[in-house]
């Protein structure tokens, strides 16, 4: 799949695409529907079809000190929008140049001539340009004089509220990954490299992978049932995970540390993906060793019963 910068202008192959215009990151139910049009439309014509998303996100550009929201990293969206059917996955990379760009410098100088795009599909609430003074009410007038044709997709509604980012990221707040999961259509899910650790896990006969959790969101703090991936084999593992500061040891220090079960192989250095399915209980710090062991091994018999079911 290619992976297009919105500085450069696309190969000959891509242009005249259908783009579905948005951030996408979670790329939920709504975010679906979006690329979806998109794809049956560029299907339907005989164009290619373009996933777009923006890195970094614009909030953070505009307020850095805000905490990690992220619910994927570029190589998952990447992923996702392959599988969805997409041609090429578009990044627009957001810096104070493109902040600063008008809403129709954006239609006309990056969309139309440097993207060469025939059409773009869009949530009715998307905006875009310097301010955010773009709608979709500009896209279709002054995109139209410029040819360039604009489709609107209607919210996705779950429940009494359309899906949306907001509500995954409160869901997972809140310790509750199968609300997220199901506005999603899979579990959200953490990628990163397992690195070495203080052997804490190894000592009390649960080792454990783990991650760095970056810019992800932080889902609420505590153990979860999980499954896990390694990315290089596709080899798919089940196991519980504590994510959080670890009170149970000093210095705190913020990990995912998931434990697999019946797991034996050395995975240093390996890329792995772990998706939450079920939050177990919040962390905490015990009386002794001994006692923690002891929870360690409720939670992990529990993380199987949830899993098996």
């Known amino acids: 799949m290619r992976w297009l910068d919105h500085r450069e202008p696309v190969p000959d192959s891509l242009r005249g695409a259908i783009i ?18 998109a794809i049956a439309w560029a299907q339907a014509e005989g164009r290619p079809s373009i996933v777009a998303t923006f890195d970094p996100h614009p909030v953070r550009f505009f307020r850095p000190e805000v905490p990690p929201f992220r619910l994927t990293t570029l190589e998952q969206r990447q992923e996702l929008y392959l599988a969805a059917g997409a041609t090429a996955m578009l990044v627009f990379h957001f810096d104070a140049e493109l902040a600063g760009t008008s809403a129709e410098d954006f239609i006309g100088r990056i969309l139309c001539e440097r993207l060469g795009a025939h059409g773009v599909v869009t949530g009715g609430d998307f905006t ?21 044709q604009t489709q609107v997709v209607d919210p996705v509604a779950d429940g009494e509220a359309p899906v949306s980012s907001s509500r995954i ?31 804490r896990g190894r000592e009390i006969g649960y080792p454990t992978a783990n991650l760095a959790i970056e810019n992800y969101l932080r889902p609420r ?22 994510i959080g500061l670890r009170p149970q040891f000093e210095p705190p220090k913020e990990l995912l540390e998931p434990y697999f079960f019946d797991f034996s192989g050395d995975l240093y250095g390996q890329e792995i993906e772990v998706a939450f399915h079920h939050f177990i209980r919040p ?6 060793i001994a006692a923690l062991v002891a929870q360690m091994d409720r939670d992990c018999a529990e993380a199987r019963r949830l899993l098996g079911s």
Not at 20 to 37: E, I, P, S
Not at 171 to 196: K, S
Not at 222 to 233: E, K, N, P, Q
Not at 283 to 288: A, I, P, V, Y
């Open 221 to 242: 703090y505590g153990i979860y049932a999980v499954t896990g991936r390694i990315l290089a084999t596709g080899q798919e593992l089940e196991g519980a995970a504590n």
């Open 128 to 148: 875009f340009g310097q301010g955010a003074n773009g709608d979709v009410a500009l896209l279709r007038e002054h995109g139209g004089a410029l040819g360039l």
């Open 20 to 37: 579905a215009l948005g951030n996408f990151d979670g790329f939920h139910k709504g975010h679906q529907a979006v690329a979806g049009a």
């Open 283 to 288: 962390e905490g710090k015990f009386d002794s």
């Open 169 to 199: 990221r409160e869901a997972l707040r809140q310790g509750d990954p199968q609300t997220a999961a199901h506005l999603l259509t899979r579990p959200f899910a953490i990628r990163g490299i397992v690195e070495h650790g203080d052997k």
